[in-house]
């Protein structure tokens, strides 16, 4: 079936630093989301995409749709102490099977 | 107030009962889903319904058993637990199955602990 992979696993950071992950299938994917899961609690809705190229900034999150649908990434920037957390990508596929597809996730830590 | 609620929080129990997890969501959606997130903090699809029907079953084994008495409630009732159900279940709900614009809410999880 299809799959996400997610990268990277972990994150170790300092706070004031930016942020990269990204995600990429084999397959196209319709439209991606990305979430984030505190410790605890069930997953967030950061950022939602829906077109290929398409480019969303959430204050300090900047999330982007690849251009072949098959990736994406996911920015933060100045991170706080606040941002730790697991951020999980993931995607409809083909097929309108209505199945979301979840990436590994990325689990983050700031060190203040 | 809490947009997609779960009860309970947390459930121990021991090998071999039946349990129920209660789902509710107060956000007029008609799709309701529930998710295992395991060890590893994979998170995998189970059960979707809409409108009360049984939309996705994923390969899950008859031990489980979805029940949706109105589109605002998904109920997960498991027989015969065994050590392997140990995970946290989600709930989710969308607006509906336009699936190209279907953000989904999760609910905040009950950790399953099967002794």
């Known amino acids: 079936g299809q799959q996400l992979n997610q990268s990277p696993q972990s994150m170790f950071i300092q706070e004031g630093e930016d942020v990269s992950m990204n995600c990429t299938s084999s397959?196209?994917?319709?439209?991606w989301l990305w979430y984030k899961q505190d410790p605890g609690e069930g997953p967030v809705l950061l950022i939602a995409?829906?077109?290929?190229?398409e480019l969303t900034s959430n204050g300090r999150l900047t999330a982007q749709f690849g251009i072949t649908r098959k990736d994406s990434f996911l920015n933060i920037s100045a991170s706080i102490p606040s941002d730790v957390g697991i951020y999980f990508c993931a995607g409809y596929g083909s097929g309108n099977t209505g199945k979301l597809i979840f990436g590994q996730g990325t689990t983050l830590q700031v060190k203040p | 107030d809490t947009a997609v609620s779960q009860t309970p929080k947390y459930l121990v129990t021991q090998m071999g009962n039946d349990k129920s997890i209660k789902c509710e969501q107060n956000l007029g959606h008609d799709t309701m889903y529930w998710y295992k997130q395991d060890s590893k903090k994979f998170l995998k699809i189970m059960f979707s319904y809409n409108n009360k029907e049984l939309i996705i079953n994923e390969t899950v084994p008859n031990r489980f058993s979805p029940k949706s008495p109105d589109k605002a409630h998904l109920n997960l009732h498991i027989n015969s637990l065994e050590l392997g159900d140990s995970a946290v279940y989600f709930c989710?709900?969308?607006?509906?199955?336009?699936?190209?614009?279907?953000?989904?809410?999760f609910g905040p999880g009950t950790r399953l602990t099967v002794l």
């Open positions: 397959s196209i994917f319709n439209t």
């Open positions: 995409l829906y077109k290929a190229g």
């Open positions: 989710a709900s969308s607006q509906d199955l336009a699936f190209s614009y279907n953000e989904q809410f």
